[in-house]
């Protein structure tokens, strides 16, 4: 069921990152950003008065809190990175599989080394080629 969900996520970010690209130069970065996250609180809005209305206890708690708000301050300056990169004339299709590569690679390690979670050989592999493929799409 998982598989479903990260083929939703890719189709959404795919087209996130194809309207940004065609913002880019056309709106200021930080008011480019704001109006992202503004329109990007929409859809998890409106799920959360349906779960509401529909009697569903929501959970909260301190660290449920905090941590989505550290991702939103994150995902607030990473939206200005990402208009940015673009309006300084960054291709889409170098800097989307940079950027995301990259963010793979750094999940990775935080994975590993702050939650302590365990990489087979074969995902190390797969972590290795990653490495070497951001290498391609960089050099000249």
């Known amino acids: 069921m998982w598989i479903f969900f990260a083929i939703l ?6 087209l996130m990152d194809f309207f940004i690209k065609k913002s880019a130069g056309k709106v ?3 008011f480019g950003a704001f109006l992202i996250n503004i329109f ?16 569903k206890e929501i959970l909260t708690s301190r660290e449920g809190f905090i941590f989505p708000a550290i ?10 990175f990402f208009i940015k990169m673009f ?4 291709n889409l299709s170098i800097g989307v599989p940079f950027v995301r590569i990259g963010i793979v690679l750094l999940a990775v390690v935080l994975g ?5 979670e ?6 190390l592999f797969g972590f290795i080629i990653s490495i070497v493929g951001l290498y391609l799409l960089i050099a000249k």
């Open 9 to 14: 996520t890719i189709f959404s970010y795919a």
């Open 28 to 30: 200021d970065d930080a």
């Open 40 to 55: 990007s609180t929409l859809p998890p809005l409106i799920w959360f008065i349906s779960t509401k209305l529909s009697g």
């Open 71 to 80: 991702a939103g301050i994150s995902i607030g300056f990473g939206s200005i």
């Open 87 to 90: 309006s300084l004339g960054t």
């Open 112 to 116: 590993i080394f702050v939650l302590k």
């Open 118 to 123: 365990t990489l087979s050989l074969k995902q």
